[in-house]
């Protein structure tokens, strides 16, 4: 490299010195030649300098350092792990969509809240409740941490049965308003997050019913949309086919004057049975799920589903008692019902209703929810569940509860006990303490039992079912003229009618307690029936445990059943102590050895015990008395070898502490 020195001129800013003029600085004299020198430079040290990073670099500059080893190399490890972090969290998102349970559905996850519509809230001063007095209450089911409600039957009908007999089974009967108000209900329904299931009763019409008329009239198609049978009609008495009863009692054949037939009826006489050996007739009833599905609903209820068929030879049905005069018999139960219940053929029509409901299924969060009445016999009525491949409903609707005999610690622990043994593998439970066709609670077996009833109801495992008024104790009403004591109106508050109507009357009679045992009043009391029953929706909605986990048998007898609820992986344990007899002492440290000596009341049916300890070797409960205990363990019982024939899970379910999840594969 040279240098060039010009003696006695110095240049310290490479800005051209003032001090040369243009004629000096190019000047050809040869008497101040430059000097030069020699320097020896590391070629390689020049280039280093000269290329040192700088910032705002040009990108042809930048792209000389990229290829260099220390640049290259840690670029090259910060992709592939960028790679093997994304590698790894699809395979870990993929490990816990595999391993993870199914999420409950919304049928399972909630309490479902059972609403008699013309008993609930009237809105417009005619005494008979309607879906804007549902719509009004909202409020209250969302108070009651519940998010499912149940509508019985509203269709357009007579009400001969109740609105059983529909005489339009696309319309509202005008009792309780329009289409229009039952759109209004069902958005805002909806707008709070809640859901909606309906009746649908598919065995009969109302005789109004459009269809039977033109039956009656051999219109068309609709001839044989009904069952018609030829009849003998002398003096005015008619010869029936055969001796079929109705439910109701008597014949279950009506003559009709119009086609000069009978017809077969299984509820009352102004309820015609449909031909379902009709293809057209089961075309009619998959339209009528197509409408209301269409309409936004999220489920239906079925009713009267073992009455679709009937044999087709007519054959007198067997008399129970074998020695009875066959003249005399009148009554349903005069009678084994083997050619008109439950018939070869049943469950496939069922099994196509299911279809039907599934393609408005598809979308996200709108599965169609279908449920189903049961039957007398417990083993036909889990065949309503379908089997493994073939689903029906998604539960027939369990009674076990509301038609025992008696009342006591084993009768309860036998009602439970023969739904969960028999219910099929994988299947979901569910429990009902009332219905519109039983008496309440208070009624029924006594006040006393309504809490410890109602602790039972939301902590077994399934889905529990309340009819409206049980959450505050509501009783029958005390008359000899009403015929429906257990459908009188909703007690809201203590005004008149127990502001139910602000009409002058109401349909029946608001009961006379509706002052002490209402809504409104039972709010402000901390340890109110209505409080109680919030707490346990609550407890139910919180708590792994009792929402998904094992149940199993601890103890019973004449007046306490006890069983507990737990999750694999958690060792926090639910054991409820249920008293539905007398006063009783028990040593429950005797029955679990692994017990902790002492357990915490988590809930009681006495507010004031909430939170004490409680010695295991000695619980006490009083009649009517019901206990929730929490303790720790590390050996809950399902693991008990002594109790391996006491225990159920439905949807079997595992918690990992570390990562706080759910899995399966336990």
Not at 406 to 428: D, H, Q, R, T, Y
Not at 543 to 571: A, K, Q, T
């Amino acid at each position: 490299m040279e240098l060039s020195e010009k003696g006695g001129v110095e240049n310290n800013g490479f800005v051209q010195n003032e001090a040369f003029d243009d004629k000096e600085t190019n000047t050809s004299s040869q008497e101040e030649m430059p000097k030069t020198c020699i320097v020896d430079v590391d070629p390689a040290a020049t280039e280093e300098l000269a290329l040192k990073p700088y910032a705002g670099m040009p990108k042809e500059v930048l792209l000389k350092f990229s290829s260099q080893a220390r640049y290259r190399v840690t670029r090259e490890i910060l992709f592939w792990l960028i790679i093997a972090a994304a590698i790894v969290l699809v395979c870990a998102t993929i490990a816990i969509i595999a391993l993870s349970p199914k999420c409950l559905d919304w049928w399972q996850a909630s309490p479902i809240y059972q609403i008699y519509p013309r008993s609930f809230k009237d809105s417009n001063m005619d005494g008979n409740g309607d879906l804007k007095g549902i719509q009004e209450k909202l409020d209250h089911i969302m108070y009651l941490n519940i998010k499912t409600i149940w509508i019985t039957s509203f269709y357009k009908s007579p009400l001969k049965d109740l609105g059983y007999g529909a005489e339009d089974f696309y319309d509202i009967d005008p009792m309780f308003g329009s289409m229009s108000d039952f759109e209004n209900l069902l958005s805002a329904i909806h707008d709070r997050g809640l859901k909606v299931i309906m009746d649908l009763i598919p065995n009969h019409t109302s005789d109004k019913h459009r269809w039977f008329q033109l039956s009656r009239n051999r219109t068309g198609k609709y001839t044989d949309y009904y069952i018609w049978q030829d009849c003998t009609q002398a003096a005015g008495l008619v010869t029936p086919p055969n001796n079929w009863v109705s439910v109701f009692g008597n014949s279950s054949w009506q003559f009709d004057d119009v086609r000069k037939q009978c017809y077969f009826h299984q509820f009352g006489k102004d309820e015609p049975d449909l031909n379902f050996r009709s293809l057209a007739v089961q075309q009619e009833i998959h339209d009528i799920i197509k409408f209301w599905l269409g309409k936004g609903i999220d489920g239906f209820s079925f009713s009267a589903l073992k009455f679709l068929l009937e044999a087709t030879h007519l054959r007198d049905e067997p008399q129970v008692n074998k020695s009875q005069n066959p003249e005399s018999i009148t009554a349903y139960s005069q009678l084994y019902h083997d050619y008109t219940t439950t018939q070869v053929g049943m469950h496939d029509i069922i099994r196509s209703f299911r279809q039907t409901m599934n393609q408005f299924s598809s979308e996200p969060g709108r599965y169609r929810f279908m449920g189903s009445d049961g039957h007398e016999d417990i083993e036909a009525t889990m065949m309503y569940y379908g089997t493994t491949f073939i689903q029906e409903a998604d539960f027939p609707f369990n009674f076990n509860l509301i038609n025992m005999k008696n009342l006591s610690g084993n009768s309860i622990f036998e009602a439970v006990n023969l739904w969960m043994k028999n219910m099929p593998a994988g299947k979901w439970p569910n429990w009902a303490v009332g219905s519109p066709n039983a008496a309440r609670i208070s009624s029924r077996i006594g006040k006393e039992y309504v809490n410890v009833m109602n602790m039972l109801l939301l902590t077994l495992p399934g889905t529990p079912v309340t009819y409206y008024g049980e959450e505050i104790g509501m009783e029958n009403i005390v008359s000899e003229n009403v015929t429906f004591p257990e459908k009188s109106p909703m007690q809201w508050d203590g005004e008149v009618n127990a502001g139910f109507t602000e009409g002058n009357s109401s349909w029946l009679p608001v009961n006379s307690d509706y002052q002490s045992v209402n809504v409104e009043i039972q709010m402000t009391w901390s340890n109110s029936t209505l409080n109680l029953y919030r707490e346990l929706t609550l407890l139910r909605n919180s708590e792994l445990p009792i929402h998904r986990g094992w149940m199993c048998y601890v103890w019973n007898d004449s007046n306490v059943f006890v069983y507990v609820r737990e999750l694999d992986g958690l060792d926090r344990v639910f054991m409820m102590v249920l008293n539905f007899g007398q006063e009783s002492t028990i040593d429950l440290k005797a029955i679990v050895p692994s017990l902790p000596s002492e357990a915490i009341i988590r809930l009681s049916t006495n507010f004031s015990n909430a939170g004490k300890a409680v010695n295991t070797k000695l619980i006490k409960t009083e009649m009517g008395e019901g206990l929730v205990l929490e303790y720790k363990t590390a050996k809950p019982v399902h693991t008990m070898e002594a109790f391996q024939g006491n225990c159920f899970v439905a949807e079997k379910a595992c918690y990992s502490s570390a990562f706080n999840l759910l899995y399966v594969n336990c």
